[in-house]
Each structure stands twice: as C-alpha cells, then as structure tokens.
C-alpha cells in the first residue's frame, strides 16, 4: 500500500528563512496534497497538486511533484512565527487516501 | 460556513464506560471521515462514509467501536466499552466528494480513558 512520508521529520529555522520538506510515497496516485496541523487543532488543507502537474504555487507556498521518483516537497517561503506547526503530505491513489506520520517546523522569532 | 464541528472538544471517561463523539460535516458535502490520532500510530482512517452510507470501515479496531450517519448533517462515533487504549485525538472530517477532493477537519476530540 502506498504511504506519504515526510522528511525531515523536525525542522527548526529562523523567521524568514525558507522551509523546505519532502514526501514521498511507494505506489502511482491521482494527486497529492498537503495539510497544516497547529497544535491542538485540525488539519487544515493547503494545496493539491494533480499528478499531471509538476509545480503549484498557493501565496508563500510552493509544491512540487515528480512522479518519476515518486516525491513531492513543500516551501515555505520567508517563514513566519505563525507557520509554527506540523505539515502532513497525504497520497491520494488506487481509491485511498495514505497520510504520512508528519514533520513538525518550528520558526523562531 | 462553520466548518466541521465536532462535540465534546474533551472527554474523559472511566474504562468500561460508553463514549459518542459527535460530528456535523459541512453543508453539501457527500463524504465525511472518522480519524484517530496518536503519537505512535499518526492518522488512522477508521471509516468513511459516502451520502450516508458507510463505505469503508476497515480501519474500525473492534467491535466496541460502531459509527452511524442517519441523515447528511449529523455522524456520531460509538465506543462502547471504552478501554485505556482508546484515549487518543478523534477527528472528523467531510469532502465533497471521497477522498481524492480536500479534506476539512473539525478540531477533533480529546479522549482520555482512564
């Protein structure tokens, strides 16, 4: 079964730099898309990439797919405090949803 | 639009006892999720549900646990006895249409079975 994987697993940088995390995932999917869980809340839906596509943008976010090497990886541009949170990549394929385990980033002020 | 809301935000109960979570999905969507969270296992799906009817329930652990959707606007997940290892953050979450459309959570519930 296909599964997203995050990596790295924590990530800790400055406000305004740029955070950079990856996903990858084991079998062909539709789309994939990425969540944003702040602590003590829901995941919130950031941005589908379709597998036709290859790049995405959505504001201070960019996604990339190659499916070639089945990955995917998240951008965070000119961080803030408040992206302070855990960040799922979620696989869609074969009819299933897989979510990985989650990377957790932390920008210090 | 209120988004998914779901009900207690926090339950604490005694081992044996029965726990309802309850969910309202947003309005006009067809698809709504019951998930488990744990710092050991991440995002469990448990079920799924589609225009009411459950669709797959294969992430459902046992038998104490049931979900219902009598009408489009209302789920309730059932765990009856509950058991320490029950205690986890349960989400509901509905789409528009499965799960290949964005998912909304609600912000979950907080089980803690003592």
């Known amino acids: 079964s296909q599964q997203g994987e995050e990596d790295p697993q924590a990530l800790s940088i400055q406000e305004g730099e740029n955070a950079t995390m990856n996903c990858s995932y084991k079998t062909s999917i539709n789309n994939l898309q990425w969540y944003r869980q702040n602590s003590g809340r829901g995941l919130v839906h950031l941005i589908l990439i379709r597998s036709n596509e290859r790049e995405k943008h959505s504001g201070r976010l960019r996604v990339t797919l190659d499916t070639s090497k089945k990955s995917s990886s998240l951008l965070i541009t000119a961080s803030r405090a408040a992206d302070t949170a855990s960040y799922f990549c979620a696989a869609y394929g074969n009819n299933r949803l897989a979510f990985g385990k989650g990377n957790q980033v932390v920008v210090i002020p | 639009d209120a988004g998914v809301i779901q009900s207690p935000r926090h339950e604490v109960t005694e081992m044996g006892q029965e726990v309802t979570l309850r969910c309202k999905p947003i309005s006009g969507h067809n698809s709504l999720f019951w998930y488990r969270q744990t710092m050991m296992r991440g995002l469990e799906l448990l079920i799924y549900?589609?225009?009411?009817?459950?669709?797959?329930d294969s992430g459902m652990p046992e038998d104490r646990f049931s979900a219902k959707m009598p009408n489009a606007s209302f789920s309730t997940l059932k765990i009856q006895p509950s058991e320490p290892r029950d205690s986890a953050v349960y989400f509901c979450?509905?789409?528009?249409?499965?799960?290949?459309?964005?998912?909304?959570f609600g912000n979950g519930t907080r089980l803690t079975v003592t």
């Open positions: 979450a509905s789409s528009l249409w499965g799960e290949e459309s964005p998912l909304h």
């Open positions: 549900f589609n225009n009411n009817v459950p669709i797959d």
